[in-house]
């Protein structure tokens, strides 16, 4: 049954005015939003109705700090100006309940945050000046939120490209580093990539650790693949990359995936391939790799 509009704006009402609130109302006003995006304009639209949530998403009751951070996470996907507004309000206690001991509402303010953060460069600055992303960073090494502070991670770095902080940068190289490529790591890897800054970030260890990657995501074979690809082109070691690529007889799989029919791949497979070329057009690897 969806929620009807005047059910949120009741709630809302009821939410600034510091009525007490139950965990069913605050559910109701996450599913309203759901079911129906112009709910968000409603909750704004309520002077203090944004207050009020993060009034419960910082009180001692359980339920509701729940039922709040899953509110905030859905006002979170609003339009660049709405996730500004909610940035503003509820970014620094978002970032504060990362500390939680309670993962589920830890993980739903780090989703929060990836939601705002996905808005735009707006919502972004401020949450960056809030310190939300040097505390996502550090979550990398959470086994129980790692997945939420990379999705966070993946909008942040997208969004903020070369505006990216050094500093944030260098931070999440180390830590991707520590953690390894993976399937939950290649992607925020491959936007890491593209910043201008990338090439004399990324270490020769945690190149070894994308190029022993490629395999598996060979065997997948699926855009993962095509990260990988992307991430190692944009590196510009392409010394290190030739050496591995010969002592792993790399040029077998190579020769498999040209004749792989998929456009995508194959125009990230020529680009990476003809970086290399550049580099070393007389390297034994082409050689190897051009042999019937």
């Known amino acids: 049954m969806r929620v009807k509009e005047e059910d949120i704006v009741t709630i ?64 979170a996907l609003g339009d660049e100006r709405a996730c ?66 990379i999705y966070a991670l993946e909008h942040y770095a997208y969004q903020m490209k070369d505006d990216l902080r050094p500093e944030h940068l260098s931070k999440m190289i180390s830590s991707i580093s520590q953690i390894g490529v993976n399937t939950e790591t290649v992607r925020l890897l491959f936007i890491l990539s593209c910043h201008n800054d990338f090439v004399t970030n990324i270490t020769e260890d945690l190149l070894l650790k994308t190029l022993q990657y490629l395999p598996v995501s060979i065997v997948n074979n699926d855009l993962q693949l095509v990260y990988i690809i992307r991430t190692l082109g944009n590196s510009e070691n392409y010394n290190f ?34 970086n290399l070329y550049k580099y070393d057009a007389s390297n034994i690897f082409f050689k190897s790799l051009l042999s019937s």
């Open 12 to 75: 809302a009402n009821k939410l600034k005015t510091k009525s007490k609130v139950s965990p069913h109302e605050l559910l109701t006003v996450k599913n309203g939003i759901m079911d129906n995006l112009r709910c968000i304009e409603v909750i704004l639209n309520v002077h203090g109705a944004l207050r009020g949530i993060t009034r419960e998403l910082t009180g001692r009751n359980a339920e509701n700090k729940l039922a709040a951070a899953g509110c905030c996470c859905n006002l």
């Open 241 to 274: 990359i030739l050496n591995y690529f010969l002592s792993n007889n790399m040029n077998i799989a190579f020769k498999q995936l040209l004749a792989v029919d998929n456009a995508v791949l194959n125009n990230s497979l020529m680009w990476f391939l003809g």
């Open 84 to 149: 500004a507004v909610v940035a503003k309000v509820m970014g620094s206690y978002l970032t504060t309940e990362l500390d939680s001991l309670n993962n589920e509402l830890a993980v739903t303010c780090a989703w929060a945050l990836g939601n705002l953060a996905g808005s735009g460069r707006k919502a972004c600055t401020v949450l960056t000046d809030q310190g939300a992303f040097a505390k996502l960073i550090h979550l990398l090494a959470n086994e129980d939120l790692k997945n939420a502070a």
